[in-house]
């Protein structure tokens, strides 16, 4: 199958099937064969359309000659397929990309629909550097400029100023790079780092965390034999650090409360060099078992699997643990760059999250000993579910206290930016139970 149609028919089953973007890229992929070329255009399609789609709609809605809304949702794909390759796409041909929309819309549309189509679209490629922006300097240019929801751009502006909010979205507009964890259990990153190099895998350290590499921009997973061997992980900087913060022991017992997909945990079983319990909790049973698989091929023995929800106590393990992680579930602002989806959701689908995060934290904290460290992280942005859950919790909670030991830059909560650090946006407060 021609690359450009499967990636129509793909961005249809996520629209209207509901299905996430890695999976259904994943299906494709091996469904079709794709490897090389084909594998990356397929790929920088769907992806590429889903996370430019808020832009795509503004403009080819201006276009048009009838309201966006009211348009077939199978040509309104198409539309922004085409729109795509025309404004973010420059090896494309704007004649290449217009002529195999229209054929596109002959095999999967109605009579009549092809010649609208071309129409649009040769418009667009004609205007495209004139295009109908909203005035600038508004929450609505912010919106259409960067293909961020519109109350996102309210949200970071008004929590982080004008300034802080245009970087974060230029920011999270830029192609993530692949980085990786170091098991330091077998290897050193050194010595991972000249056996990628081998493989002709272009690669550097990371500038905060000592245990990660940084990969070429271009590097496809499949690529990274070492992965298979057990001697790294996929993890982004700021998530090593996070679990170096935790400080973690050699012979301690530790509890991670929401563990999957378990790349914390076993961040922490390294720093405990493999040496007492670490006991990694999580609602969803089926995900417990990539733990378990991705402990074994890492050679991670200290570590035991157990399903649990983070918001219910568990009585047999209060006040047991040295130290304890709440990893909590979040709206995952930070990482947009990496999960287009997360574009299209609703503000209404966090405003449940911050009574989820603060239930968890308080039951993590009931499992941590005297004397001992209680860590509390997201992979958000967004102060509802940071700093107003920590100023919450040391008010009812006044024999916990901040803990800056072993914390990134000396601080006892720490944001990480991606336009300052270049990591995910991310969110550490440690407590220490006094």
Not at 290 to 295: D, I, P, R
Not at 334 to 339: D, E, L, P, Q, Y
């Amino acid at each position: 199958m021609d690359v450009r149609e499967a990636a129509f028919l793909s961005l249809i089953r996520c629209e209207n099937g509901g299905k996430y973007s890695n999976l259904e890229v994943d299906s494709a992929i091996k469904k079709h064969g794709f490897t090389g070329a084909d594998r990356a255009f397929f790929t920088a399609l769907v992806y590429g359309v889903i996370e430019k789609q808020i832009t795509l709609d503004y403009l080819l809605g201006r276009l048009a000659s009838k309201p966006w809304e009211k348009i077939e949702p199978k040509i309104r794909t198409l539309l922004r397929l085409g729109a795509y390759q025309i404004l973010f796409l420059d090896r494309i041909p704007d004649s290449a990309a217009c002529n195999e929309s229209v054929e596109l819309a002959k095999l999967h549309t109605h009579k009549g629909t092809s010649g609208f189509v071309n129409g649009i679209l040769r418009n667009l490629a004609r205007r495209k550097n004139d295009l109908p922006y909203p005035e600038k300097g508004s929450d609505e240019y912010r919106s259409v400029r960067y293909a961020c929801p519109l109350w996102l751009c309210r949200l970071w502006r008004e929590q982080y100023g004008e300034e802080v909010c245009e970087a974060l979205l230029d920011a999270v507009n830029r192609n993530p790079r692949i980085t990786l964890r170091v098991n330091t259990l077998k290897t050193t990153r050194e010595e991972l780092m000249a056996r990628l190099r081998d493989l002709g895998i272009a690669c550097e350290p990371t500038l905060l965390s000592p245990y990660g590499i940084l990969l070429d921009e271009y590097t496809p997973v499949s690529d990274i034999t070492p992965l298979a061997e057990g001697l790294c992980f996929v993890q982004d900087e700021a998530s090593q650090l996070c679990a170096a913060a935790l400080g973690a022991k050699p012979g301690e017992r530790v509890l991670d409360t929401c563990s999957c997909p378990g790349g914390k945990s076993f961040g922490i079983a390294m720093a405990m060099q493999n040496e007492g319990s670490l006991l990694s909790m999580d609602l969803h049973e089926s995900k417990l078992s990539l733990v378990e698989s991705g402990a074994a091929r890492l050679g991670i023995t200290c570590l035991a699997a157990a399903v649990q929800n983070g918001t219910k106590r568990r009585e047999e393990l209060l006040e047991s643990a040295d130290r304890v992680l709440c990893d909590v579930p979040c709206s995952g602002l930070g990482v947009i760059a990496k999960k287009p989806d997360l574009r299209h959701k609703s503000p209404e689908d966090m405003e449940r999250l911050p009574a989820v995060q603060y239930a968890i934290l308080e039951n993590g904290a009931a499992y941590v000993k005297t004397g001992g460290t209680l860590l509390y992280s997201t992979c958000t942005l967004n102060k509802k579910e940071n700093e107003e859950i920590v100023a919450r919790f040391l008010t009812e909670h006044p024999e916990f206290v901040l803990s800056s030991e072993d914390m990134p830059f000396g601080e006892a909560t720490v944001t990480f930016f991606p336009h300052l650090q270049g990591t995910d946006g991310f969110f550490l407060a440690k407590f220490r139970k006094s």
